[in-house]
């Protein structure tokens, strides 16, 4: 099965870019889409396609995708970007939707 | 504009089943497919399966399979999760949302708790 790996936690003070990481075989080949989740809240796409923002998404957020590793970087933090963020891909092997473990962003 | 409303919280026994449903309201819901996606406390989302309305075609999760049932309403524009056998670490948030295909999922439901205690 296809596996993708983020780091757990990232830590960034107000101001700063944040840079997430998403971890995965070859995932320049795939579509890495990207999801915001706050405490109690459903999650939110903020990212499809490797770098397309869905309407209401602001323009600091932004998506890369290259080699082996997709990156959600947020320019400018604010302390409203304090999240779990979740990258996923769809794959033809086992499973078809594969979610990453998620990264922790904490605004400082 | 489309909006998923689901079902309120439940309380089950380990061993028991519980039906979670996500009502799809607004505009048309055409060759959309349903999924559905939890997350337990202090770990992170599950895709769990997907079902899509029109022909009512299913695909489960492994770590699911056998476990989890979905189905749809036409008449009422709802889904259904059904899952069986609930043990302790099923307790978890359940959402459903929508994708086109193997596309994002772009809109979701506000969550429904599930709590498995004795």
């Known amino acids: 099965s296809y596996v993708l790996t983020q780091p757990p936690s990232l830590s960034v003070a107000p101001g700063q870019t944040a840079e997430m990481t998403c971890g995965g075989d070859n995932i320049e080949s795939k579509s890495v889409h990207w999801y915001q989740q706050k405490p109690g809240q459903a999650p939110v796409l903020v990212i499809y396609n490797d770098r397309d923002r869905p309407s209401g998404i602001p323009e600091r957020v932004s998506g890369s995708n290259s080699g082996n590793t997709a990156t959600l970087t947020i320019s400018r933090v604010e302390a409203g970007d304090e999240a779990d963020y979740y990258c996923q891909v769809w794959h033809d092997y086992g499973d078809p939707v594969v979610l990453g473990g998620g990264t922790k962003l904490t605004v400082l | 504009q489309v909006q998923l409303v689901q079902s309120g919280p439940e309380f089950r026994k380990p061993g028991a089943s519980v039906r979670v449903s996500c009502k799809v309201s607004g505009s048309s819901f055409n060759n959309y497919d349903v999924h559905w996606v939890r997350r337990a406390s202090g770990r992170g989302l599950e895709w769990m399966g997907w079902?899509?309305?029109?022909?009512?075609?299913?695909g489960y999760a492994q770590n699911f399979q056998g476990r989890v049932t979905f189905t749809w309403d036409t008449s009422g524009r709802t889904a259904y999760l059904d899952l069986r056998g609930l043990r302790s670490e099923d307790t978890a948030v359940y959402y459903c949302?929508?994708?086109?295909?193997?596309?994002?999922?772009?809109?979701w439901g506000q969550g429904t708790l599930v709590t498995v205690s004795s």
């Open positions: 949302s929508r994708a086109r295909g193997a596309e994002n999922f772009d809109l």
């Open positions: 079902m899509h309305p029109g022909s009512g075609n299913t």
